[in-house]
């Protein structure tokens, strides 16, 4: 079957009543398993952290001497001016409360009172449950209103991983509700403003709207039963990504479908050739995305790698809603849709002498300088890269705000030792055990070690860090406790704990920095080949869309140090960053090159690259501050690597559609003629 039969199906005079009854029925079917989503979330630790690191292991191994899955809750009691022995009594009175809650499993231990006589520290072991951080939330919010109950003048929190977890869950609570309100009341506005009619922007929000529910049905599906992860960050991202991308391919097929119908008397044949001329560069936009994140699979994060495939998904679904159900709802509407413009049969087509068809004649001019001085100036915003601090967040500036676990972790920071709440587990055979908890104690950087507990041949003891668990100098001592354990004969020893997570995860970030980054340019140049037919045109957008990629982060760098004071970036910022500018930002290069070769066969590469930007320029301008502005979305959760990401995304997306795309690959076309398509020949 030819491509144009092909493109014909989805709107012609019968299909296009079959192709909505289709999607009507796909949408009763998997509209309440879209809602199952959320329960089929992973949120545990396990399914954030590198498959393959000894912290992850010894998570596991650690199941063994807890029945329960549990997180240690520390319930920290402070007054300045020193303890009284009310303080004292009622913090004893206190850890008897836990001990009988519901939601404990295991000893209580404390209070034990700080050096100074200023404060005091009760662990109390939380059931996780079967819910993940979900559960801890209760659990918590219990154990903060009873520490706070009758505490008399103290000030009271509660900090350690369990308190932590709960207050990360807060942030994250009710994000997929809160980024779908967001991200639509975003979309409504753009396209109200894009298309200037009343009706319109409802079929590409309908649209995409049903592309969001099947992709989550899909991915409810595959997380229950092929044992796909999908956590709280992806499943918010998928919101964003397909609502997004979804209406980005939209405005390009409308705009296309608006241009044919002042060519075609007949709209179904206007859709028609539409889905001809703008099909294939939808297709290769939709891949580079989907190519791009399945590369992800091969990163060593458990998050990172299942963000991938559900992000692929979601964006496979969106194009296949956009080159089916939006015709199909465009034609049956008819022209009327467009109202108060419609584009009326034999019309002119306004793009030919607009304002970007102003600017690309301008840019044709005198190419070499515009790409000359374009690249210089994204050049300079590179230099920000420079203060790029990508090493990690700790625990309070992984929150933008400052929850009760993290003033609790500063109490705990001032009176006790730094690790105090968060030690390292220590997991050995029971013969090694003595030996292994001789040589812990002897590292520097530890602090105390506890005696160890055997079970089935297996020790577990506890150690616990002179400096933060969130700080360089802990990750220092896990390296050389590491070291020193692992040369313990026969002992087989293993460390674990908060700390360790942190230096594996860390470690498993640059990796996949490493490995991922190339592998995507790779990819994202082969599609761009396929394409257009042609080796320079890849090579020249790839290193346009990097150079963009560059300047955005060296642009969020600064940003983030001198205007939100972030401590740091996340480690998987740059990879998540490099990902999503690169085959999203490629998107807009795709929709304009395709146009211009179109334009070159008949004007010539010059010509073709201003005709190109002229017919271009305005659907793919409002796209990328509809894909901005949702990303924008996520800098309003109070997760710091979600902010980061959303913030730097956005501003790269708005970086390659006003200046690289439109200035910055125009001026390069039409300096380079017809060598732009080699070996193809194409007249300039």
């Not at 993940?132 to 209103?145: H, K």
């Not at 991202?237 to 075609?264: C, K, M, N, P, Q």
């Not at 001809?276 to 560069?281: F, K, L, Q, Y």
């Not at 040589?439 to 089935?456: D, F, H, I, N, Y």
Request: with cysteine; hydrophobic share 50%.
């Amino acid at each position: 079957m030819s491509r144009r039969r092909l493109s014909s199906l989805p709107c012609g005079r019968r299909a296009k009543w079959v192709v909505l009854l289709v999607w009507l029925a796909v949408l009763v079917l998997t509209g309440p398993l879209a809602a199952k989503l959320a329960d089929s979330e992973d949120n545990e630790a396990s399914s954030w952290l590198p498959g393959n690191a000894e912290s992850t292991r010894v998570l596991v191994a650690q199941r063994a001497f807890q029945p329960v899955d549990t997180a240690q809750a520390v319930v920290v009691y402070e007054r300045p001016g020193g303890l009284t022995a009310a303080d004292r009594v009622e913090a004893a009175r206190d850890a008897a409360a836990f001990a009988s809650a519901p939601h404990v499993r295991g000893p209580v231990v404390g209070p034990v009172p700080s050096a100074d006589g200023r404060a005091l520290q009760t662990v109390v072991p939380v059931d996780i449950g079967t819910g993940g951080w979900e559960d801890l939330r209760p659990a918590v919010d219990s154990l903060r209103a009873t520490a706070a109950a009758d505490a008399d003048g103290m000030t009271t929190h509660v900090t350690g991983p369990a308190g932590i977890g709960a207050d990360q869950a807060e942030a994250f609570a009710g994000i997929d509700s809160t980024l779908l309100t967001a991200t639509v009341a975003v979309v409504i506005v753009l396209l109200l403003l894009t298309y200037r009619s009343p009706v319109l922007w409802l079929l590409p929000l309908l649209s995409a709207g049903a592309a969001l529910t099947v992709a989550q049905a899909v991915i409810h599906l595959l997380a229950d039963r092929a044992g796909l992860t999908v956590n709280a960050q992806s499943a918010g991202i998928l919101v964003v990504l397909v609502l997004g991308a979804g209406t980005d391919y939209a405005l390009l097929l409308t705009a296309r479908y608006r241009e044919e119908l002042r060519r075609h008397r007949d709209r179904h044949e206007a859709m028609a050739f539409a889905l001809h001329r703008a099909g294939p560069a939808i297709g290769a936009s939709s891949a580079t995305v989907v190519a791009s994140m399945l590369v992800l699979l091969l990163a060593e994060m458990n998050s990172t790698r299942g963000l991938g495939p559900v992000c692929a998904i979601g964006v496979l679904v969106a194009l296949l809603a956009m080159v089916t159900l939006l015709p199909a709802l465009l034609v049956v509407c008819g022209r009327w849709v467009f109202w108060p413009v419609r584009p009326a049969y034999g019309s002119s087509e306004p793009t030919e002498r607009g304002r970007w068809a102003r600017v690309g004649r301008a840019v044709s001019r005198r190419p070499r300088r515009v790409w000359a001085g374009t690249g210089l100036a994204l050049a300079a915003c590179c230099l920000g890269l420079f203060s790029l601090d990508a090493g990690g967040l700790g625990t309070a500036g992984s929150f933008t705000g400052k929850p009760d676990s993290v003033y609790g972790q500063e109490v705990l920071t001032a009176h006790f030792p730094g690790g105090t709440g968060a030690p390292l587990s220590v997991l050995s055979t029971a013969a090694g055990a003595a030996e292994v908890r001789t040589v812990t104690l002897a590292t520097p950087g530890v602090s105390a070690a506890s005696e160890p507990e055997v079970r089935q041949g297996t020790a577990l003891a506890y150690a616990t860090l002179a400096d933060p668990p969130d700080s360089r100098a802990a990750q220092d001592t896990v390296d050389r406790l590491r070291t020193a354990v692992h040369a313990v004969p026969g002992a087989e020893a293993r460390v674990g704990g908060t700390t360790a997570v942190i230096l594996d995860a860390g470690r498993a970030a640059d990796h996949d920095n490493r490995v991922v980054i190339p592998l995507v340019l790779v990819v994202v140049t082969v599609i761009l080949a396929g394409l257009l037919r042609a080796v320079t045109a890849p090579l020249v957008l790839i290193a346009t869309v990097v150079l963009s990629y560059a300047a955005a982060l060296g642009l969020s760098a600064l940003a983030f140090e001198h205007l939100f004071h972030f401590e740091g970036s996340d480690q998987s910022f740059p990879l998540f960053a490099f990902v999503f500018l690169v085959a999203l930002g490629i998107d807009y290069n795709i929709f304009l090159m395709t146009r211009v070769r179109e334009e070159a066969l008949h004007r010539g590469t010059r010509e073709g690259a201003v005709a190109g930007l002229a017919a271009t320029g305005g659907v793919i301008t409002s796209a990328g501050l509809i894909l901005a502005a949702t990303f924008a979305v996520l800098a309003t959760l109070p997760i710091t690597g979600l902010t980061e990401i959303g913030f730097a995304v956005a501003l790269g997306i708005l970086l390659d559609t006003l200046v690289v795309r439109s200035v910055l690959v125009t001026a390069l076309t039409a300096d380079l003629g017809h060598r732009m398509w080699w070996p193809a020949r194409l007249e300039d």
